[in-house]
Each structure stands twice: as structure tokens, then as C-alpha cells.
């Protein structure tokens, strides 16, 4: 279990040990270019595995992607059946290719609204990379950061019977995402800029990008450049840069 950034001073790495993404902009891209909003989302599904790919070669080592927030469901209802399609499709034929490449795959949020079929094809993509060690990729599906720390916060009640008080220790390896460090890099697409509900608590000192690139046109040379910013960033975790550059030098 790692650490939370709060309790103590992670190491910052030069390349990101964890980058997260909100995918945004599918449905605009579609839009400028006259298609069906679900066409965005068939494209993103393509960025998906550039980028993936590409934290492979950068050395990445966790990939977290916010694919279907709680707050989604809240779309026309024909737009979600066909994520929900998607998705499925995508776990048909893309976690053969994961595994095949060592990367683990894990799939987070409230899974219990998902269909069945969808339910299990998650669960045996979970077993069958279970053991891999290049990459986790965690898609976050019906998850929202809120739900995140009152379903972790009921757990650690339930595992600490009569406690009258709680610490971030004790809350820490309830968390969806307690197998991962928090995320180095926070990247948001799209143009927006805000978190959107997206691992409220684990972003606490994220380094923060946001992009006008619409997630369909997100590259390679797009995350390179993230993560050239993110090297420029000073992170000091409450500390002063005096303190950053003794440690540094």
C-alpha cells in the first residue's frame, strides 16, 4: 500500500511514475466534423491505445483513464447503451493485446449498474493480466471521487468496530485505486478545466494540464509534451524550494 502524499514526501520522478487522464472532448470532436457523437468516442478508443503504448516506451507505470464517470448516466440514453457497447467491445478486443505486452488491467467504480455480460468480461480481463508487471492500466467506469471516499469510509468503520477516532492510514488501503501511488500527472483533454469528480482524493498534489486537443486527436507527441511540462513543475509538497533544491543537489 503506498502512502498518501499528505503523510509523507514521495520521490518525484523525472517521468511520471503514475499519469491519470480525464478523456475529454470525444463528443465535440464528432460534432466539428459532422458525425455522430458515438464516432468521437469510437476514435478515442484509438488514442487510447497510442497512449498506452506510449507510457509503455516513456517507462510509465501506472495509466489511469476516467472513461464513464457516475455522473454520466445522466447522458440521452441512447448514447450510453453505445458506450456500454463499446466498452464491451474494446475488453473483446484489446486485453489479449494487453496481455500479450505485460500489462495489467483494472477496471474501478461501482460496477454493480453494469450488465451482467459486461460485469464478467471485466472480472476475467482482471484475472487473466492479474499478474502482469509492465503497465496498470486502471479504467475508472462508474466512478466518481466522492463515491470513492464514502465507500472507502465505510469499509474502514466496518474494519475498526468502536474506534473513536481514524487516521489516512486506516482509510488509505479501503480506496479504490490502494494498489497505485497517487497520480504524478493529472492530464484533462478537451479544454476544460476542472477535475470533474475524478479521484478527489488521490489528486491532493497532482501536478495539474489541461489541453484545447479534443481526446481523439491526443498523441504520443501530445503526452510528450504533458510530460515536458510536468518536468518544468516544482513540486514541493509544502516543503519550500530551498528545502527542494538541498535535496536535489
Given amino acids: 500500500m503506498f502512502k498518501s502524499s499528505t503523510t509523507v514526501v514521495p520521490e518525484t520522478p523525472k517521468v511520471p511514475r503514475h499519469i491519470a487522464i480525464i478523456m475529454d472532448g ?21 488514442a ?53 505486452n505485460n500489462i495489467r488491467l483494472k477496471v474501478v467504480g461501482d460496477l454493480s449498474r453494469f450488465d451482467p455480460k459486461l460485469q464478467e468480461l471485466i472480472a476475467a480481463a482482471e484475472r487473466r493480466t492479474a499478474n502482469n508487471s509492465r503497465l496498470t492500466v486502471t479504467v475508472c467506469a462508474n466512478y466518481g471521487g466522492r463515491w470513492d471516499i464514502m465507500q472507502a469510509t465505510s469499509k474502514m468503520v466496518a ?36 477535475i470533474s469528480n475524478f479521484l478527489l482524493w488521490q489528486l491532493a498534489y ?9 481526446w481523439p486527436d491526443f498523441t504520443p507527441e501530445s503526452l510528450d509534451e504533458a510530460i515536458a511540462s510536468y518536468q518544468q513543475r516544482e513540486r514541493r509538497f509544502g516543503q519550500t524550494g530551498e528545502q527542494v533544491a538541498k535535496k536535489t543537489n
Avoid at 470525444?26 to 484509438?46: D, I, M, Q, S, Y
Avoid at 448516466?73 to 473483446?92: G, H, I, Y
Avoid at 492510514?169 to 497505485?180: E, S, T
Fill in 159 to 194: 474494519a475498526h468496530p468502536g474506534a473513536q477516532e481514524f487516521t489516512e492510514d486506516m482509510l488509505a488501503p479501503h480506496l479504490a485505486m490502494a494498489y497505485a501511488p497517487e497520480p504524478d500527472l493529472f492530464i484533462r483533454t478537451g479544454g476544460e478545466e476542472r
Fill in 48 to 100: 487510447v491505445r497510442g497512449v498506452v503504448e506510449h507510457c509503455v516506451e516513456r517507462g510509465v507505470e501506472y495509466l489511469t483513464l476516467f472513461a464513464f464517470s457516475s455522473e454520466n448516466w445522466r447522458r440521452p440514453a441512447e448514447e450510453v447503451s453505445l458506450l456500454m457497447r463499446l466498452f464491451v467491445t474494446a475488453l473483446e478486443r484489446e486485453v489479449s493485446k494487453m496481455h500479450a
Fill in 26 to 46: 470525444n463528443g465535440r470532436w464528432a460534432t466539428k466534423r459532422f458525425l455522430p457523437r458515438v464516432a468521437g468516442h469510437v476514435k478515442g478508443v484509438e
Fill in 206 to 214: 497532482s501536478e495539474l494540464y489541461f489541453t484545447q486537443t479534443f
